[in-house]
């Protein structure tokens, strides 16, 4: 006879592990947020089977080292199955040896620089493919090619700035001027130095990579050097309403995002997001692209358990790949061949509102291609997936 376990018909704990604290817990909070909402929608919905999502929540307070130790925790003394978190890829390198030594399944819910695939881990943040590609055709199509790149001090920037730099070199008259990368505390005198520079060498537009709370100084070091956002603005892949939010919305108006998500996008389904996520948090957490991917990400899980009825990796990988969602940005789809999603690349301009204005936007999703093997620049309707 075939028992079922009380693991099997209990509450399904999920690890949540994010960072509250530290420099990057404006976004962090914000994920787990999304987490949360998510989560609330599906229990309220009679939740996986009847059995509720419970979050066992761990705050890795922006360390990768506590990151890796937290996710050991949360396999072996929770006993999760899936862990949703980390937003530097400097945590989510952290964390994949323990999740793939454990078997266990990852959801990543932020965009990164790509170049990776774990058959443990579902990534739901852009590839470059989906947001490199089609910022550098913007800001040279609309500014110039000559681009400096100011970054944090880890693996996100690096790889990211050396993609951007790789696309910028396509077009003629390119050319990178600088590359320099501050620590993730860096403050206003350490971005000033670089606007020194930045004023002697006058380039096209500013790439950052700079992330956390450190992106407030280097925006405002911008605004008090004088420099003018309709000349040489800064474009960036992380600076979201959240980020702009902590800099002041006059410090960010003018400035370039390329992102799947922003809060201004107009559909019912963002809309209706947003109204109940504002009935749950009130109008303290700062919605973004993370916050999004976060969101849709625990809906996909909820859906692909249904079918599975079992969190174990083996049994719902197939339900999720290869998997659709009605998110926010529009519909998302899981790739079955590279585990990352396809997703809507847009750019958006901050507005002093504290909003984006979206001036460019795929009408299509865009298939994850992370290891840029057929992107070219200034593809928006790149590759639709086959439907497999
Ligand atoms: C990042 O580190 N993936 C933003």
Same mark, same amino acid.
């Given at each position: 006879?075939?028992?079922?376990?009380?693991?099997?018909?209990?509450?399904?704990?999920?690890?949540?592990?994010?960072?509250?604290?530290?420099?990057?817990?404006?976004?962090?909070?914000?994920?787990?947020?999304?987490?949360?909402?998510?989560?609330?929608?599906?229990?309220?919905?009679?939740?996986?089977?009847?059995?509720?999502?419970?979050?066992?929540?761990?705050?890795?307070?922006?360390?990768?080292?506590?990151?890796?130790?937290?996710?050991?925790?949360?396999?072996?003394?929770?006993?999760?199955?899936?862990?949703?978190?980390?937003?530097?890829?400097?945590?989510?390198?952290?964390?994949?040896?323990?999740?793939?030594?454990?078997?266990?399944?990852?959801?990543?819910?932020?965009?990164?620089?790509?170049?990776?695939?774990?058959?443990?881990?579902?990534?739901?943040?852009?590839?470059?493919?989906?947001?490199?590609?089609?910022?550098?055709?913007?800001?040279?199509?609309?500014?110039?090619?000559?681009?400096?790149?100011?970054?944090?001090?880890?693996?996100?920037?690096?790889?990211?700035?050396?993609?951007?730099?790789?696309?910028?070199?396509?077009?003629?008259?390119?050319?990178?001027?600088?590359?320099?990368?501050?620590?993730?505390?860096?403050?206003?005198?350490?971005?000033?130095?670089?606007?020194?520079?930045?004023?002697?060498?006058?380039?096209?537009?500013?790439?950052?990579?700079?992330?956390?709370?450190?992106?407030?100084?280097?925006?405002? =070091?911008?605004? #008090?050097? *004088?420099? +003018?956002?309709?000349?040489?603005?800064?474009?960036? %892949?992380?600076? !979201? /309403?959240? @980020?702009?939010?902590?800099?002041?919305?006059?410090?960010?108006?003018?400035?370039?995002?390329?992102?799947?998500?922003?809060?201004?996008?107009?559909?019912?389904?963002?809309?209706?997001?947003?109204?109940?996520?504002?009935?749950?948090?009130?109008?303290?957490?700062?919605?973004?692209?993370?916050?999004?991917?976060?969101?849709?990400?625990?809906?996909?899980?909820?859906? =692909?358990?249904? #079918?599975? *009825?079992? +969190?174990?990796?083996?049994?719902?990988?197939?339900? %999720?790949?290869? !998997? /659709?969602? @009605?998110?926010?940005?529009?519909?998302?789809?899981?790739?079955?061949?590279?585990?990352?999603?396809?997703?809507?690349?847009?750019?958006?301009?901050?507005?002093?509102?504290?909003?984006?204005?979206?001036?460019?936007?795929?009408?299509?999703?865009?298939?994850?291609?992370?290891?840029?093997?057929?992107?070219?620049?200034?593809?928006?309707?790149?590759?639709?997936?086959?439907?497999?």
């Amino acid at each position: 006879m075939v028992r079922t376990s009380e693991r099997d018909k209990g509450p399904i704990r999920v690890g949540a592990l994010f960072s509250e604290t530290g420099v990057t817990s404006t976004i962090g909070h914000s994920q787990l947020q999304g987490t949360l909402l998510a989560i609330d929608e599906i229990n309220a919905a009679g939740g996986v089977g009847g059995r509720e999502i419970v979050p066992v929540i761990c705050d890795a307070q922006s360390s990768p080292a506590r990151y890796a130790l937290l996710a050991e925790h949360l396999i072996t003394k929770e006993k999760v199955n899936v862990i949703f978190g980390c937003y530097m890829s400097s945590s989510r390198k952290a964390v994949l040896p323990v999740i793939e030594k454990w078997n266990k399944l990852l959801f990543y819910p932020t965009l990164y620089e790509g170049f990776e695939f774990s058959n443990n881990i579902i990534y739901t943040g852009a590839a470059p493919n989906q947001n490199s590609v089609q910022l550098a055709e913007f800001m040279t199509a609309n500014f110039g090619g000559r681009v400096y790149l100011i970054g944090s001090d880890y693996i996100y920037p690096y790889e990211s700035n050396r993609i951007m730099a790789d696309l910028v070199s396509q077009r003629p008259d390119s050319k990178k001027l600088a590359e320099r990368y501050l620590a993730l505390d860096a403050g206003m005198a350490d971005f000033a130095a670089i606007m020194q520079d930045i004023r002697l060498q006058r380039p096209d537009f500013i790439f950052s990579t700079v992330v956390g709370d450190s992106t407030a100084s280097l925006y405002r =070091a911008y605004a #008090e050097a *004088g420099f +003018d956002p309709k000349t040489m603005p800064i474009a960036s %892949l992380t600076t !979201s /309403e959240a @980020e702009i939010s902590q800099m002041g919305w006059d410090v960010a108006a003018g400035h370039y995002t390329s992102a799947p998500y922003f809060q201004s996008i107009d559909s019912e389904s963002n809309r209706g997001c947003l109204a109940r996520l504002r009935r749950r948090f009130g109008s303290e957490c700062v919605p973004n692209l993370c916050w999004e991917s976060a969101y849709f990400q625990m809906h996909m899980f909820a859906n =692909a358990m249904r #079918e599975s *009825g079992s +969190d174990e990796i083996a049994q719902i990988m197939p339900h %999720l790949l290869g !998997s /659709e969602f @009605e998110a926010p940005q529009g519909r998302v789809r899981i790739d079955p061949s590279n585990h990352h999603t396809c997703l809507y690349p847009r750019i958006g301009r901050a507005e002093a509102t504290g909003q984006f204005t979206i001036v460019r936007e795929a009408r299509r999703p865009v298939y994850p291609d992370p290891y840029l093997v057929t992107h070219s620049l200034g593809d928006w309707t790149a590759k639709l997936h086959e439907q497999s």
